[in-house]
């Protein structure tokens, strides 16, 4: 009533403008006492992204990039291990669920074909996505029934020419399980073990027929 309330809201503002010159000043004084200052310092982005953050500050992007949390997601990509001798061994099987499920419908797939006898082999030759359609929803992630397709952590993507640069094929999707590992490390631990059961469980029934 009377103002009051926008004058204290201004006097919050205020209170938050002023200490953050102050958190700059001790920021400052730090680094000539051997730390860092307050931009481009692992340790004080990370404050500053915590409880203890005082005053305002913004982001120096791209010097400086927020941390994403494991569960982040934005582009898919394709997944390929890689055997003891070197091999890459892509996981998709060209079933086309994903392309399926997808709402805005970006995925176009082309599977393989035996070149003997013509008939199709479980594997693609090409595996498109537009970027620009692609509302990152991670549903094709999802139905896959082979985690051969998972959602991506880069968001750095801008280019000039959508049509030459926005339509990622098979070898710019693709990515070893290794980087999968290192994204998401504890899905993958999650998943590494439920497969490694998997296999277990279907190497004790096939000895169980042998024995039989």
């Known amino acids: 009533m009377y103002g009051f309330g926008i004058i204290r809201g201004l006097g919050v503002t205020l209170r938050h403008f002023l200490a953050t010159y102050v958190d700059d000043l001790r920021w400052f004084f730090g680094r000539i006492a051997g730390g860092g200052g307050r931009y481009y310092n692992a340790e004080a982005l990370s404050v500053r992204q915590g409880p203890k953050a005082r005053g305002i500050f913004t982001v120096q992007y791209p010097e400086e990039k927020l941390t994403l949390p494991e569960e982040f997601r934005f582009l898919p990509f394709l997944i390929y291990d890689v055997d003891e001798a070197g091999h890459q061994h892509d996981r998709c099987t060209s079933c086309g669920i994903c392309a399926k499920v997808c709402p ?3 995925i176009w797939i082309e599977r393989a074909n035996d070149p003997i006898t013509g008939r199709p ?4 030759v090409e595996f498109y ?3 620009d359609i692609c509302m990152n929803c991670g549903l094709c992630a999802e139905y896959c029934p082979f985690d051969a397709i998972k959602m991506d952590h ?3 993507l801008a280019t000039f020419d959508r049509m ?3 339509i990622f094929d098979k070898a710019r999707l693709s990515q070893p399980a290794s980087y999968y590992a290192s994204i998401r490390p504890t899905n ?3 998943e590494e073990t439920a497969r490694a059961a998997k296999e277990a469980a279907k190497e004790a029934k096939a000895a169980k027929a042998e024995t039989a």
Do not use: F, K, L
């Open 154 to 156: 880069d968001y750095e």
């Open 121 to 124: 082999v479980p594997e693609p």
């Open 104 to 106: 805005p419908q970006c």
């Open 188 to 190: 993958n631990a999650r």
């Open 129 to 131: 996505i537009d970027v």
């Open 164 to 166: 030459s640069h926005h």
